[in-house]
């Protein structure tokens, strides 16, 4: 390491405010004293629908379709929670259920 | 439809009379607590591996006990330990972290409207806004007896309690772990597959879902994992922001 102490502080207080910015900007810039504009509102409905589905992607973004196991397990696993959810609607199940099955195919078969 | 409500924050003066304060935590703590079981699972296991990850680069366990904390955003702290490897230079780590964790202001203006009147907790609640906990709170649904602020202070804190706790664990003995633990992080994916599911049976359209998939996607294929967060988001706004018109019609009934 080459950064002294100091130095090591100062980068991650950069980390630290730069992540704090990202998650207080909207808070405040539409306090909740003040009538938040009409189009923040919509958004606030319709953008968290959508924040999800990105989060899904996200989470699945490192499966490469031309190599390795060709996201066959994820796509398995993916599968199972929602074959798990859709019949027993219960999260805990839906989750363990798909992550096993997951841990199986990666550990033993891919 | 949402004008300025007065809402009252149910931890203050206003708390039913015969409920003693003790109560009502204990009441959201055990509304919140099932909630985040996924994420004691997946927070551990991620978090420990982030401990291990900086053990493995020479760091004391201080650094990931002391990051997880102060950051609590995870890809931006395994981001980090390269930073603190590299060279000094500040304002790229901060415009850096910017651009990677740019998807907290979707989950801010998100909020605006669940996070108003719950008092003071809301500056820590915004503090620890991680995707998992952006993703419970937006979703739950708490019994109408049981205060809302509080369970989503709960599920807040508690999943930065098993990060910390993760990493730190991870940083001092990480080295010691033999179990197989390879693919538990498909536990994380599998908790925002749910929440969609969750989120599509209540939904009367999915234009939105739809269009948070197929945006991601897209931009997915085109720049990358690495690069494809800011134009997917920058996408989905400008689709929904077109859409506003026709899907604002059909909604009047609904919210």
């Known amino acids: 390491m080459t950064m002294s102490i100091g130095q090591q502080i100062i980068m991650i207080a950069m980390v630290v405010l730069g992540t704090m910015l990202t998650r207080y900007l909207p808070f405040l810039v539409f306090p909740q004293g003040k009538p938040t504009p009409k189009y923040i509102q919509y958004l606030g409905k319709v953008l968290p629908a959508a924040v999800i589905g990105l989060l899904v992607v996200y989470s699945l973004k490192d499966i490469h379709v031309f190599k390795g196991s060709h996201g066959i397990p994820e796509l398995i696993g993916v599968a199972v929670v929602v074959l798990l959810h859709v019949w027993k609607k219960q999260m805990f199940l839906s989750i363990a259920g798909g992550t096993i099955i997951y841990m199986v195919l990666v550990q033993t078969i891919f | ?255």
Not at chain 2, 16 to 35: C, E, G, N, S, Y
Not at chain 2, 187 to 213: N, P, Y
Request: proline share 4%; glycine share 8%.
């Open chain 2, 1 to 255: 439809m949402h004008e300025q409500r007065e809402f009252i924050p149910l931890d203050k003066e206003q708390t039913p009379m015969d409920t003693p304060k003790r109560t009502i935590w204990i009441q959201a703590l055990k509304v919140a607590f099932p909630h985040t079981i996924p994420i004691l699972a997946g927070f551990t296991f991620l978090g420990i591996a982030y401990g291990i990850f900086m053990h493995s680069l020479g760091f004391h366990a201080m650094y990931p006990f002391i990051i997880s904390m102060v950051v609590f955003a995870g890809s931006m702290e395994f981001i980090t330990a390269n930073l603190l490897l590299g060279a000094f230079n500040p304002v790229y780590a901060f415009f850096l972290t910017i651009m990677v964790n740019a998807r907290h202001l979707f989950y801010g203006i998100s909020l605006l409207d669940t996070y108003k009147g719950i008092g003071k907790k809301k500056w820590y609640m915004i503090f620890g806004l991680c995707d998992e906990s952006f993703a419970i709170n937006q979703s739950i649904d708490v019994p109408k007896n049981v205060d809302k602020g509080l369970v989503m202070f709960f599920v807040t804190i508690l999943n930065q309690i098993y990060w910390v706790v993760g990493a730190t664990i991870g940083g001092v003995f990480g080295y010691l772990i033999t179990f197989n633990t390879e693919g538990l992080e498909f536990v994380m994916t599998a908790l925002f597959v749910v929440i969609f599911i969750e989120q599509w049976m209540k939904e009367d359209r999915h234009v939105s879902s739809l269009v948070g998939i197929a945006a991601s996607v897209v931009c997915l294929l085109l720049f990358g994992k690495d690069t494809f967060i800011i134009p997917a988001m920058i996408a989905i706004l400008g689709i929904l922001t077109l859409a506003r018109k026709p899907l604002e019609k059909g909604r009047v009934s609904v919210q």
